[in-house]
């Protein structure tokens, strides 16, 4: 698969997430405003309905990017209902300029589908952020959170050549259990494709472009599985990385080469931030 090889050869990992089988909220605004959970009290299930609404102020890493004084704010893509966790106004409160979804004043531009599924695919989604990158000149912090691999899992996909079974002694899969798996087994793999189609255009651009992507959590499929302790904290791991293109990598290169002889002082900011070199004012997803 491309991401697994690219994963070699670029800054990667897995990332604990907070949640299984739900959660992404949650974990977009962890990761846009750098706050853990952990840090609230209990009572606090939702951020995005909870306290951003009625805050005055949401400060958030998309922010770092914007420039009022050229009108370079950050825009977000979703192809879903902008109101799912409140997002269209929780995204004003960020800072986000422009929130392309299916619905509302900016609806994404490219809606397609694959086979059966009812969601909008990656490379719809991709496409659709895409073009408005190729708009503007200048750079910002682009959002895209996808909506091709969300539950449920009804065998979407046609000629799908996936077929997962039960090992080590473990109990047989259940039919709904099978079908859901090998029906996000195939939908990963239309990501992986469109994952890498997307880059290769990006890497075509006169501009420097950082990405940053993640999976926010793992479907809640795995029935056998989750029945074993052991198996806790995998459910729990989603793939990452982190990938520049050319541009970005040279400057970042040149940066580098006229700060080699000089105490630079890194600010404590997420891993991101630093090796897009935010002087450089690239792009930024999170997908």
């Known amino acids: 698969p491309f991401i697994s090889n690219l994963k070699k050869h ?7 997430s907070s949640g299984y089988g739900g ?35 949401s400060p958030t890493i998309n922010q770092y990017w914007d420039d009022s004084r050229n009108s ?13 966790y409140l997002r269209a106004t929780n995204y004003k409160k ?24 009812p969601y909008v695919s990656d490379a719809s989604a991709y496409k659709s952020a895409l073009e408005k990158i190729k708009e503007h000149k200048q750079p910002r912090f682009v ?11 009804r065998d979407w996909y046609a000629n799908n050549e996936f077929e997962v079974s ?29 994952t890498q189609a997307f880059l290769k255009s990006l890497d075509k651009l006169n501009k420097p472009i950082t990405v940053m992507f993640y999976g926010d959590h793992l479907p809640g499929i795995y029935g056998t599985a989750s029945s074993d302790e052991k198996n806790s904290l995998s459910l729990h791991l989603t793939d990452y990385f982190i990938w520049s293109n050319k541009v970005a990598l040279e400057r970042k290169e040149r940066s580098e080469k006229k700060s080699s002889n000089k105490n630079v002082e890194h600010s404590n900011t997420s891993k991101d931030v630093d090796r897009t070199n935010k002087y450089s004012s690239p792009n930024f997803f999170i997908s």
């Open 166 to 194: 039960s090992k080590d002694g473990a109990a047989d899969l259940g039919d709904d259990e099978k079908t859901s798996i090998e029906t996000y087994a195939k939908g990963v793999q239309h990501t992986d494709e469109a």
């Open 94 to 117: 960020f800072g986000f300029s422009k929130f392309y979804a299916l619905q509302g004043p900016d609806v994404i531009a490219h809606r397609d589908v694959i086979d059966k599924s």
């Open 23 to 57: 959660g992404t909220a949650n974990l977009e605004y962890m990761s846009l405003t750098g706050l853990s959970m952990a840090n609230f009290d209990p009572s606090m299930t939702s951020p995005y309905q909870q306290l951003v609404p009625n805050a005055q102020w």
């Open 10 to 16: 670029t800054d990667s990992g897995l990332m604990l």
């Open 143 to 153: 959002q895209i959170v996808t909506m091709q691999n969300h539950m449920p899992y």
């Open 72 to 84: 370079i704010k950050s825009i977000a893509f979703h192809p879903y209902e902008p109101s799912m």
